[in-house]
C-alpha cells in the first residue's frame, strides 16, 4: 500500500513537499522505483518525476525541472517530492506508484507502475 500525504493550498511561488509512504513492503529491499504523477481536471494523468530503485537514477518532467526534487529515505520507507516556486500550473492531485525490482529505472508510464496511492490534492492560488 503507498499512501500520500503533504497536499494543500499555497500561493503562487510557494512551497510544498509531497509524502509517499508505503506499508507491506520495504521500498529498499525490493528495490522499488517510485514515480509521481498528476492529474489536473479535464486533463490526462503525466508523470512528474520518478526515481529507481537503487536511487541513482532520477528523471524530472521538463516543466517541473528546477523546481522539484525527488528523494527517498529508506530508513522512513518514503519518497518524497520537494516542490518550490508552485505555480497554479501545478494544481493537480497528485499519486504516487511503486514497481518492485526495478533497481535501474524509473518510467513516466502510468502501466508500468503496479501499486499506486490514492492521491492528495495540491492546489495553488492565490
Known amino acids: 500500500q503507498l499512501v500520500e500525504s503533504g497536499g494543500g493550498l499555497v500561493q503562487p511561488g510557494g512551497s510544498l513537499t509531497l509524502s509517499c509512504r508505503a506499508s507491506?513492503?520495504?521500498?529498499?529491499?525490493?528495490?522499488?522505483?517510485v514515480g509521481w504523477f498528476r492529474q489536473a481536471p479535464g486533463k490526462e494523468r503525466e508523470g512528474v518525476s520518478c526515481?529507481?530503485?537503487?536511487?541513482?537514477?532520477?528523471d524530472y518532467k521538463d516543466s517541473v525541472k528546477g523546481r522539484f526534487t525527488i528523494s527517498r529515505d529508506n530508513g522512513k520507507n518514503t519518497v518524497y517530492l520537494q516542490m518550490n516556486n508552485l505555480n497554479p500550473d501545478d494544481t493537480a492531485v497528485y499519486y504516487c506508484?511503486?514497481?518492485?525490482?526495478?533497481?535501474?529505472?524509473?518510467?513516466?508510464?502510468?502501466?508500468?507502475?503496479?501499486?499506486w496511492g490514492q492521491g492528495t490534492q495540491v492546489t495553488v492560488s492565490s
Open positions: 506508484a511503486a514497481e518492485r525490482d526495478r533497481a535501474r529505472a524509473c518510467s513516466w508510464y502510468g502501466p508500468w507502475y503496479a501499486l
Open positions: 507491506g513492503f520495504l521500498l529498499d529491499n525490493t528495490n522499488a522505483a
Open positions: 526515481i529507481s530503485g537503487s536511487g541513482a537514477y532520477i
